[in-house]
């Protein structure tokens, strides 16, 4: 039997393997071959991660943790690093989501980008983000997690930057790299005062006694490293970089914005629970924070026309659930809800793909319409997706969100309404989406609706996996008011055993029934006030110089991008002409080009002495000895 360890160094090994062939004859491969490759890696990849979750299953609960030490990195006489993997129950469902919804996406982009000049190129990047996403929550240490953190930020510069001949892509790309900079930094200094603090960055070590730490020290480690999730999280005030993101192809908006690499932030916090448990204040930022982005975001879906805009700031506003639930401590409540999201989301944007597909290339939701019998396999899959990320039961959402309202109203019924008030949004925005783009009369030019066909079957597929997964997924933690099961809770117990100071509230089981009935109605509620709105009365959206009020301002996005624009770009690009202009062109530049100027000008007097001619060099010569007889006797003179 091969050793479990062997296995556990294969699972990110491969989509390495894979991105290193296919991007070392990126030039030579084919498309069948580099998309086979791509896929197969991955495909094993998933493989594994099943045997390696299945074989924690077999073990006691209280034994499920697997370290594994492949080479000593850097040894120093104060500082090591080990290239190691830990595996528990938490990394081994973040495993299970990025190698299945991953090989899913990779399968998808075999039609979506059939015919791209840069087919082979595309598959290499996403094998390289797979291999960086999977060293990031395999990682037994902060260095090895922050190198998969800034790998996975690389790819994600590149994925966006795909179509790099538009210069609004690669604006975005850099965008996206410069934002996550900052949060990245944060991060940075949070491992740099644990090592400081701890004598060590091992998980397992800092995990051990946090408490010896003063609280003070270890609230500002938890800040910085929130901080850092801010940034990979799309949370404000670090979000603006996720929606100009949507201009990669979509299947990266799948991959890497809405199932992957936005969740990273959510999965450090989670890792890192044991020192949030021990630091009030960097929990209650949390759940302010994350309170504040899903209600911000969603206001901001209500009124955009973009397909993948939409989608951007419902991802954007899902994450905010999720701190929301680290935030009161539910930290299982915050990965179930990350895992059902990977589920629908992926199957939204990957539908939005479809649709987009075939619409040749159109995005804009008032040009849609009367789509449900074109694209009947999109129609009924985004359905599925709709009604899971509006909490429908039994959908997936529904579990998981109504989780985080449970934990919240018993922490604070504001708390509570605002993430309800949130909730609704999202069914507004989703069904008001839905409803643009497959009912009513279709509004697209009449040559792009003949032709229009629905997903290929390398499409289809993945996207009828994903509504079957959006549909079961949540019975993974049905709560115990239902059917008594909190299976996920229970395997993940371990992991935040820790974490089990934390005061957190249950209710009675009469009261979950009855906030359960009533977000459900509230849901019903919203789904008919957008079908009269969107398909009784057949409304269209105005176009943007129709607009007024609170609308202009929404549509806007509240001006945050143009207010960053005036206090932040702006000041540093000023900065950087007037550096350009006083200390580089006029100091630097000016002191370096004076000593050419003076070299120059002395070798233009000192090489006129050299003329070429016979007859100047002999009078040079007479005037030579002359000078040196006169200053000879000169010299002689004075001597006497």
């Given at each position: 039997m091969?050793n479990?360890?062997v296995?556990?160094t294969?699972i990110?090994?491969?989509?390495?393997?894979g991105?290193?062939i296919?991007a070392l004859n990126?030039h030579?491969?084919?498309?069948k071959?580099?998309?086979?490759?791509a896929c197969?890696?991955?495909?094993?990849?998933f493989?594994?991660?099943?045997?390696v979750?299945?074989h924690l299953l077999?073990?006691?609960a209280?034994?499920?943790?697997l370290s594994i030490?492949l080479?000593?990195?850097?040894q120093?006489s104060g500082?090591?690093?080990?290239?190691?993997f830990l595996i528990?129950?938490?990394?081994?469902?973040?495993?299970?989501?990025i190698?299945?919804v991953?090989f899913?996406?990779?399968?998808?982009?075999?039609g979506y980008?059939?015919?791209d000049a840069?087919?082979?190129?595309?598959?290499?990047y996403?094998n390289l983000?797979?291999?960086?996403?999977?060293?990031?929550?395999?990682?037994?240490?902060y260095l090895?997690?922050?190198v998969?953190?800034?790998?996975v930020?690389?790819c994600?510069?590149l994925?966006?930057?795909?179509?790099?001949k538009n210069?609004d892509?690669?604006?975005a790309?850099?965008k996206?790299f410069?934002?996550?900079?900052?949060?990245d930094l944060g991060l940075?200094?949070?491992?740099?005062?644990i090592?400081?603090?701890f004598?060590s960055i091992d998980?397992?070590t800092?995990f051990?006694?946090?408490s010896?730490v003063?609280v003070?020290?270890?609230t500002?480690i938890?800040?910085l490293l929130?901080?850092g999730?801010m940034?990979?999280?799309a949370?404000?005030?670090?979000?603006?970089?996720l929606?100009?993101?949507?201009?990669g192809?979509?299947p990266v908006s799948a991959l890497?914005?809405a199932?992957t690499?936005?969740t990273?932030?959510?999965?450090?916090?989670?890792r890192?629970n044991?020192?949030?448990?021990l630091?009030p204040?960097?929990?209650?930022?949390?759940?302010i924070?994350?309170?504040?982005?899903a209600?911000?975001?969603?206001?901001?879906?209500?009124?955009?026309?973009d397909?993948k805009?939409?989608?951007?700031y419902?991802?954007v506003?899902q994450?905010?659930l999720?701190?929301?639930?680290?935030?009161?401590g539910?930290f299982?409540?915050?990965?179930?809800?990350m895992?059902?999201?990977?589920?629908?989301?992926?199957?939204?944007?990957?539908?939005a793909?479809?649709?987009?597909?075939?619409?040749?290339?159109?995005?804009?939701i008032?040009?849609m319409g009367?789509?449900?019998?074109l694209?009947?396999?999109?129609y009924?899959?985004?359905?599925?997706?709709?009604l899971a990320?509006?909490?429908i039961?039994?959908?997936a959402?529904?579990f998981?969100?109504?989780?985080?309202?449970?934990?919240a109203?018993?922490?604070?019924?504001?708390?509570w309404?605002v993430?309800?008030?949130a909730?609704?949004l999202?069914v507004?925005?989703?069904?008001?989406?839905?409803y643009?783009?497959?009912?009513?009369?279709a509004?697209d030019?009449?040559?792009t609706?003949?032709?229009i066909h629905?997903a290929?079957?390398?499409?289809?597929?993945p996207?009828?996996v994903?509504a079957?997964?959006?549909?079961?997924g949540g019975?993974?933690?049905?709560?115990?008011v239902?059917?008594?099961?909190?299976?996920?809770?229970k395997?993940l117990?371990p992991?935040f055993?820790s974490a089990?100071?934390?005061e957190?509230?249950?209710l009675?089981?009469t009261t979950?029934y009855v906030?359960?009935?009533?977000?459900?109605?509230l849901?019903?509620?919203?789904i008919?006030?957008?079908y009269?709105?969107y398909?009784?009365?057949?409304h269209?959206?105005a176009?943007?110089g129709r607009?007024?009020?609170i609308?202009?301002?929404?549509?806007?996005k509240y001006?945050?991008d143009?207010?960053y624009?005036?206090i932040i770009?702006?000041?540093l690009?000023w900065?950087?002409k007037?550096?350009?202009?006083?200390?580089e062109?006029?100091a630097?530049?000016g002191?370096v080009?004076?000593?050419?100027r003076l070299v120059?000008?002395?070798s233009?007097v000192?090489?006129k002495?050299?003329?070429?001619s016979?007859?100047f060099?002999?009078?040079?010569m007479?005037?030579?000895?002359?000078?040196i007889?006169?200053?000879?006797?000169?010299?002689?003179v004075?001597g006497?």
């Open positions: 091969v479990i360890n296995l556990i294969l990110p090994l491969l989509p390495l393997l991105f290193l296919i990126v030579k491969i084919s498309h071959k580099s998309s086979y490759l197969g890696t991955i495909l094993f990849s493989i594994l991660s099943i045997t979750f299945t077999s073990l006691p209280d034994q499920r943790v030490t080479v000593s990195w850097i120093t500082f090591s690093a080990d290239i190691a528990d129950p938490l990394s081994s469902i973040m495993l299970l989501i190698t299945g991953g899913l996406i990779h399968v998808y982009s075999i980008m059939h015919d840069g087919y082979s190129r595309f598959f290499s996403l983000f797979v291999f960086f996403m999977l060293l990031l929550v395999m990682g037994a240490n090895l997690m922050f998969g953190w800034e790998g930020g690389l994600s510069y994925l966006i930057g795909f179509w790099f210069h892509y690669n604006k790309a850099n996206a410069i934002m996550n900079r900052i949060g940075l200094l949070g491992v740099i005062l090592f400081i603090n004598g998980y397992q800092v051990t006694n946090p010896e003063e003070t020290t270890l500002w938890t800040v929130f901080i999730a940034g990979k999280s949370q404000i005030p670090l979000y603006t970089w929606p100009d993101a949507m201009a192809p979509t890497i914005h199932a690499m936005v990273a932030g959510v999965y450090m916090v989670a890192n044991v020192l949030y448990a630091s204040f960097t929990l209650q930022l949390i759940l924070t994350g309170l504040a982005t209600l911000f975001a969603a206001t901001i879906a209500l009124v955009q026309n397909i805009k939409v989608l951007a419902s991802t506003s994450l905010g999720m701190f929301v639930a680290l935030g009161l539910a299982s409540s915050g990965i179930f809800h895992a059902t999201h990977a589920f629908f989301k992926a199957l939204l944007f990957l539908g793909g479809s649709v987009i597909h075939a619409l040749r290339g159109e995005q804009d008032r040009k009367g789509l449900k019998k694209l009947p396999v999109t009924i899959t985004f359905f599925v997706a709709v990320i509006s909490g039961p039994p959908f959402g529904f998981s969100k109504d989780e985080i309202l449970a934990h109203f018993a922490y604070n019924p504001f708390v309404g993430a309800l008030i909730s609704l999202t507004f925005y989703m069904f008001r989406l839905f643009l783009t497959f009912y009513g009369t509004r030019e009449k040559q609706m003949d032709h629905d290929p079957k390398s499409m289809a597929i996207l009828i994903l079957v997964l959006s549909i079961t019975f993974m933690n049905t709560p115990e239902l059917l008594g099961s909190s299976w996920l809770q395997f117990s992991v055993a089990s100071g934390i957190i509230h249950h009675s089981h979950e906030l359960m009935a009533l977000v459900v109605a849901t019903l509620v919203v008919g006030i957008v009269v709105q398909v009784k009365k057949g269209v959206p176009g943007e607009l007024t009020g609308q202009k301002v929404l549509y806007h001006y945050i143009e207010f624009d005036i770009v702006k000041p690009f900065i950087s007037t550096g350009d202009t006083i200390v062109a006029l630097i530049d002191i080009n004076s000593m050419g120059t000008g002395s233009n000192l090489r002495l050299q003329t070429g016979i007859g060099y002999i009078f040079i007479v005037i030579g000895i002359i000078m007889l006169t200053l000879t006797t000169l010299t002689g004075a006497q």
